[in-house]
């Protein structure tokens, strides 16, 4: 009802996850920050989905990539209100921009699979933010959402602490259950595109189950510091 929505929106304010300004009740972002934020299509690879392409220095697993924004100012304060688990606006967010740019290139896709994150941090988190962004995407472009084939073992330390030589060390943690994915085509689904090496390994996995395609959608994706001024 919407007397109660207004209510708890009273007593529990809705905030932009960007800017912190307060929101109704039914509002992801402000209007300036829902503005600002997204990318266009032609800042970034199609292929890498990096503004800063990165094609000809990685071998990739996965097959092309959609983006939302570049991990730099009010995208920064709204992954992080979603890792500290304050507000998951900005994956609700992301996630319709990402479901539109897909249904524009006409993509077709079999299922969605989240990157995993392992049981005790979720539980921890009371989410995965990865699957949060998929299961909105899942729902909207109406694709059964998997959360069962990829598998993240534990690991003391959080991938946004690890230098990009220790991301590449790390991807042991990652696995895949038996189930054959045999002809299948798949969008692999995370909150931040950095160095490529998590989406790669996710996506080399599936494929080693028989995956016939895999495609990449992240909520931000990184770009080099000299690069920042010219976006």
């Not at 100012?73 to 996630?95: C, D, M, P």
Request: charged share 25%.
């Amino acid at each position: 009802m919407k007397w109660t929505s207004s209510l708890l929106n009273f007593f529990y304010p809705n905030r932009c996850p960007a800017c912190d300004c307060i929101l109704t009740a039914h509002e992801l972002l402000c209007c300036a920050c829902s503005d600002t934020l997204p990318l266009s299509q032609e800042q970034y690879c199609r292929i890498c989905g990096k503004p800063d392409c990165m094609c000809r220095q990685t071998s990739l697993s996965y097959d092309g990539a959609v983006v939302c924004s570049t991990y730099t100012e009010g995208t920064v304060a709204a992954i992080l209100q979603l890792k500290q688990s304050r507000n998951t606006n900005f994956a609700i967010f992301a996630a319709r921009i990402l479901a539109e740019r897909l249904h524009e290139e006409r993509l077709q896709f079999d299922c969605v699979i989240p990157v995993p994150m392992h049981r005790s941090k979720e539980r921890m988190r009371g989410y995965n933010q990865a699957a949060l962004i998929a299961d909105e995407i899942a729902r909207i472009l109406e694709l059964p959402l998997y959360e069962d084939i990829l598998i993240k073992q534990r690991s003391a330390i959080s991938q946004h602490e690890l230098s990009a030589d220790e991301r590449a060390a790390h991807l042991d943690s990652f696995g895949i259950t038996a189930q054959r994915l045999d002809g299948m085509r798949i969008l692999l689904c995370d909150d931040v595109l950095t160095t490529g090496n998590t989406l790669n390994r996710c996506a080399a996995l599936l494929k080693e189950n028989g995956a016939a395609s895999v495609y990449a959608a992240a909520a931000a994706t990184t770009i080099r510091k000299n690069r920042r001024k010219e976006l």
